[in-house]
């Protein structure tokens, strides 16, 4: 069955220090990987997405980058956190195709910036 | 550009008793898909249920069902038999066809947070 690990489960941070969030999916090839940030309270907001190694997808403009090194290996980085970064990032992966393929999500990271 | 609207921030339902949730979208699309996720205290985002555009049929999982009416674009989710453990944040998603079907992005609305009474 697939798995999908993300860590480190918390993080406190001070501004403008780096970031780097992994995550990793096992029993499935070729996924497509997301990362989300939840404000508190909030919906989910897709930051990247990515078809393929190498293959990174922004949906907004910030302060943060995604780059996806290995088939099933997505990391979330920032080279100088803000304030405004706080929040719980999911990632998620999904089958490629037509269909009601569902998204499955990791246990989030709760970062917090001080 | 599709909008997914749970316009309830906050339901509250007596154990054992029917909740039903709401939620509209907009989209030009004819075929498209449907999820309704459950996002507990702990964080983690679940798959509920899911449902095709294309189906007349309403999905159904257990206590869970959802009713899908597609003329005017609403899928509102029914939680029947209310448990404590469904007690959550509820959100409704909807996906974007993108590249034929490649990338699977899902639009989230901002969520209903369900407390269950006992």
């Known amino acids: 069955s697939q798995t999908i690990h993300q860590w480190p489960a918390t993080l406190v941070q001070p501004v403008g220090s780096p970031l780097s969030l992994e995550c990793t999916v096992e029993g499935t090839s070729n996924p497509n990987l997301y990362w989300y940030r939840q404000a508190a309270g909030r919906g989910l907001q897709l930051l990247f997405y990515s078809v393929g190694i190498g293959q990174i997808s922004s949906e907004v403009p910030q302060n943060l980058s995604a780059s996806r090194p290995q088939d099933r290996q997505f990391i979330l980085s920032s080279k100088k956190l803000l304030l405004s970064d706080s929040g719980f990032y999911l990632c998620?992966?999904?089958?490629?195709?037509?269909?009601?393929?569902?998204?499955?999500f990791g246990d989030g990271t709760r970062l917090s910036i001080l | 550009a599709q909008t997914v609207t749970q316009s309830q921030p906050e339901m509250s339902v007596q154990e054992a008793e029917t909740v039903t949730l709401s939620c509209t979208y907009d989209t030009s699309e004819s075929d498209y898909y449907l999820f309704w996720y459950k996002q507990p205290p702990s964080r983690q985002m679940i798959l509920v249920i899911r449902?095709?555009?294309?189906?007349?049929q309403n999905a159904t999982e257990n206590r869970f069902s959802v009713n899908f009416q597609k003329a005017a674009k609403s899928f509102s989710l029914k939680i029947s038999d209310s448990q404590l453990g469904d007690a959550a944040m509820y959100f409704c998603a909807y996906r974007i066809e993108d590249y034929g079907g490649a990338t699977n992005k899902l639009i989230f609305g901002t969520g209903t947070l369900l407390a269950v009474q006992p």
């Open positions: 449902q095709e555009a294309y189906k007349q």
């Open positions: 998620a992966w999904s089958g490629r195709g037509k269909g009601n393929q569902p998204q499955h």
